[in-house]
């Protein structure tokens, strides 16, 4: 019994929040698939469910792994005129993203990590408001390359002259043809 006691305490979780959205699910699973090779860390991936025909107000979980399970968070009921406006839609995730991410931070205390998608930026604040004691990360879904330009605009090292244009970067001068869509040194 003593020692399935401190397994409980030695266990360390880290909650990966995806974007619900295409290019963004992927590589924070594969991110979390792979950290949860990693004893004895315990990983969980909040989802919203797309079911729209069911009336599931609860959290299911489904176990991927040992050490990684998937909840499947509800959408909250849309009250609006129809169809629903995106924005509605949008505004209805991040809330039930908040709503389950904040019962986990003050529900669980060995959460010593969220690791959330870089669209999600709100969700440092309920990290921040919710988890005391708990880190966080944004983790980038798009490319290096594009992470490299990022960096770069930050620095003032990349330039963009919108009437001829033309941008700098690195100290070459590129050409932008829109008819072509092509970079042109």
Request: glycine share 4%; charged share 15%; aromatic share 12%.
């Amino acid at each position: 019994m003593g020692s399935v006691e401190k397994k409980e305490e030695d266990e360390v979780e880290v909650i990966v929040v995806p974007c619900p959205a295409q290019g963004h699910i992927n590589p924070l699973l594969q991110f979390a698939k792979h950290l949860s090779h990693h004893q004895p860390l315990k990983l969980t991936l909040p989802l919203m469910s797309t079911n729209n025909n069911s009336n599931h107000s609860t959290t299911h979980y489904q176990p991927l792994t040992p050490s990684l399970t998937i909840h499947h968070i509800p959408l909250l009921p849309y009250q609006g005129p129809y169809p629903e406006p995106l924005h509605a839609l949008w505004e209805r995730r991040q809330a039930a993203i908040r709503l389950h991410l904040s019962h986990l931070l003050t529900s669980d205390p060995n959460i010593a990590c969220v690791v959330y998608d870089s669209i999600f930026p709100w969700v440092l604040d309920i990290v921040k408001q919710f988890g005391v004691g708990v880190s966080a990360s944004a983790f980038f879904t798009q490319s290096c390359a594009v992470n490299a330009i990022y960096y770069n605009v930050h620095k003032g090292g990349f330039m963009f002259h919108w009437k001829s244009r033309r941008f700098r970067w690195m100290g070459f001068l590129f050409y932008y043809n829109p008819l072509t869509s092509h970079l042109h040194l």
